[in-house]
């Protein structure tokens, strides 16, 4: 019987680790090089970075942006983020991110002050 139960933790370890070396080989899509294309600012859904602190090997900005205004699809577009113009893209985007938040926080409390009138 505990010949049985060690099998079990053993094999169950061996899964573990398994896994794990897995996932640090095929998990991460890193970027291994610069895109010299600046994509447009309206066809950018999105941005993150990529850092060679962790698993990649190079400092990325990623670009999420649209193939076509009529299809949802993105590719990922790798750039430098020393670059004076990724610097400045990341600034709009996050001012556009601003101001939708903002939009949102008014139509919001316009919908909660109707609810109040129609309440009272």
């Known amino acids: 019987m505990a010949t049985s139960r060690n099998l079990y933790v053993l094999s169950f370890?061996?899964?573990?680790m398994?896994?794990?070396v897995s996932q640090a080989f095929g998990s991460h899509d890193c970027c291994i090089k610069y895109?010299?294309?600046k994509p447009s600012l309206k066809m950018i859904e999105?941005?993150?970075q990529q850092k060679s602190t962790q698993v990649c090997d190079i400092d990325a900005t990623i670009f999420l942006v649209r193939t076509s205004p009529c299809i949802s699809a993105t590719v990922r577009v790798c750039a430098d983020p020393r670059q004076k113009w990724v610097q400045n893209l990341i600034?709009?985007?996050?001012q556009r991110t601003q101001k939708k938040k903002q939009r949102r926080l008014?139509?919001?409390k316009k919908?909660?002050?109707?609810?109040?009138?129609q309440l009272y």
């Open 13 to 16: 370890a061996f899964l573990v």
């Open 18 to 20: 398994v896994l794990d």
């Open 35 to 37: 895109n010299k294309k």
């Open 46 to 48: 999105d941005y993150y």
């Open 91 to 94: 600034k709009a985007l996050d």
């Open 106 to 108: 008014k139509k919001l």
């Open 111 to 117: 919908s909660c002050i109707r609810l109040k009138k």
